[in-house]
């Protein structure tokens, strides 16, 4: 598949985060906002994230974006946000994967 292939492409990410128990109240304060705002994206197709019970602390992570130049521009816009600052240096465990339409 040729780069311009990929770049036309639907990018799903997939995964987890696992929140320490002293962060887990500014993560759960931060994510509704962090939900609307990515939702509204141009290009955010799907984006959920889920809180599960075990184990505790653990966020389920799905997202899909209609182009690599959409979760480019999400990526971009995160690192502005509150959502960020939040979540600094709490490592994430995702898959990213790239599909042609």
């Not at 109240?25 to 931060?30: E, G, L, S």
């Not at 939900?35 to 994206?41: D, G, S, V």
């Not at 799907?46 to 602390?57: C, I, K, L, R, T």
Request: aromatic letters at 8%; a negative charge.
């Amino acid at each position: 598949m040729s780069p311009d292939e990929l770049a036309a492409g639907r990018v799903y990410l997939t995964g987890h985060i696992d929140v320490p128990a002293d962060r887990l109240t500014a993560v759960r304060d931060a994510l509704d906002e962090h939900i609307a705002l990515t939702r509204a994206e141009p290009g955010c197709l799907s984006f959920d994230v889920v809180e599960q019970d075990d184990p505790p602390g653990r966020f389920s992570v799905a997202e899909v974006f209609e182009n690599q130049q959409a979760f480019d521009a999400h990526q971009e816009r995160t690192k502005q946000s509150a959502w960020f600052q939040v979540t600094e240096r709490i490592p994430r465990h995702y898959t990213i994967t790239t599909k042609a339409d």
